[in-house]
C-alpha cells in the first residue's frame, strides 16, 4: 500500500494535510507587510504610517476572532499557550521524537501569541501619539520604539525557529504557510 | 475522479476569495467604527443623521464579517470532509490493488508494470520509463495477465474497475479476500473476491 501510494504520482498524497486556511494565510502575509511596510519604507509621522497601523491592527483583530470561531487549526484550543505542553514538547525534541503538529507546535505557539501581542501593543502606543492626550509624551513614544525593537526581535527568532522545526521535522513550513498543506514524511505521528 | 478534482479546486478559489472578502470587510469595519469613535468624541452627538449612517454601515460590516466567517468555515469544514473521503477512498483502492498483486505473487518488477498498465501507459512508454527493452515489458505484461488470469490490458484494468464500482473498497472486505485467498486453493486465481461476489 505504501509502495502504491508513494508511485501513484498524484495531486496530493494521502500524507498532504491542509493544516492553514486562506483566511489565515493572507493575515500572516498582510501582516508580515505591513511590519515590512511600516518598519522600513514608511515615513514615521505620515499619515501612510497611521494607516498601515491601523491596518495591522485589524489583521491581528480578525486573527483572534478567527482563533474564537475558526475552524480546528486556526483555533486557540489547537496552540494554548501553556508552558506544560513547551516543555513536554522540548523533552520530547531531545529525546528524537519526531511527532508532528499540524497547528502551531508549542514553541511556535508561543511566539505567535508574543508576536500577536506585540503587534497590538504598537498599534496601542501608535493610536496613543496621535491623541491630543498623549501627543508629544516621551515614554509613549519611547514605548513604540522599544517595542518594535522587540518585534524586530522576535521575528528574528520567529523565522530561526521556522528554520530549525523545519530541518527537525521536515516539514517545509513556509511552504506550508504558502500553500495551506504541510508534507507529512512517511511513517511520521502527527498530533 | 476529475469532476471531483475540478469542485475541489473551484472551492479551494471560493474559499480564498471569502477569505480575501472578510480581511477587505474587516478593514472597511475598522475605518467605519473609528470614524464613528472619532465624529462623536469631536462633537458628541449620537442624534446627528450622518453619525447614525455611519453606525449602522459600521454595524452592517461586522455583521457581514462575521456571517463570512462563518460561511468560510463551512465551506471549509465541507473541504476536508472531502478530502477525508477521497484519502479514504484512494487509500482502500492501493490496498486492494496491493491484495490483488500479493495474491498473484506478482515479482517487483511485474508489480510497477502492473501499476503503470493501470495508470493507463502503454508498453513503449513503460519500457522507456523503466529504461528496459520493450520486448522485456511485454514479456512481463503477458506474465501479469496470465498470474491475473486475464485475457490483456482492457479485463486487467476492468478487474479493479469492478472492484471500485462494486463499492468493496473496505479494508475488511481487502482482509477478507487476502485471507480466504490464501487458505483456500481452490479459489480461481484470477479474482481474489470471486468467493464472495
Redesign the interface.
Known sequence: ?V???K??S???S?RDI?VW???I???HW?LALTILLNGAFIEAESEMHEWIG??A???V??RL??GL???KHARFAAFPPSPARVSRHIKAMLRGDQTIHLSHNPLGALMTYNIWLTVIAIGVTGYMMTTLTFFGIDWVEEAHETIFGWLLFSIALHIAGVAFDTWRSGVNLVRAMVSGRKNIPQGREVE | MKLT?WSTKTK?RR??V???L??LQ??C???FI?DVVEDFRLDGHLDDPHLLLESVAAVALVGG??FL??E??GL??R??DM?TGL?IA??HL??V??TFFDEWKLTAAE??VA?MIL?GLDNDTIAQMRKTAAGTVRAQATSVYAKSATDGRAQFISLFMEELMAGKMGPVDAEVAHATGQNDDSLPPGHPHSSKS
Open positions: 500500500m509502495d502504491i501510494a508511485q501513484s498524484g495531486r496530493t494521502a491542509a486556511d486562506p483566511l494565510r493572507l493575515i498582510t491601523y491596518i491592527l485589524s489583521l483583530g480578525v476572532i478567527w470561531i475558526g475552524p | 478534482f479551494e474559499a480564498t471569502l477569505a480575501g472578510i480581511l474587516g478593514l469595519a475598522l475605518f473609528g464579517v462575521a466567517m462563518l468560510l468555515r471549509l469544514s473541504m476536508s478530502q484519502d484512494s487509500g492501493a490496498e490493488i496491493e508489480r510497477d501499476i495508470k
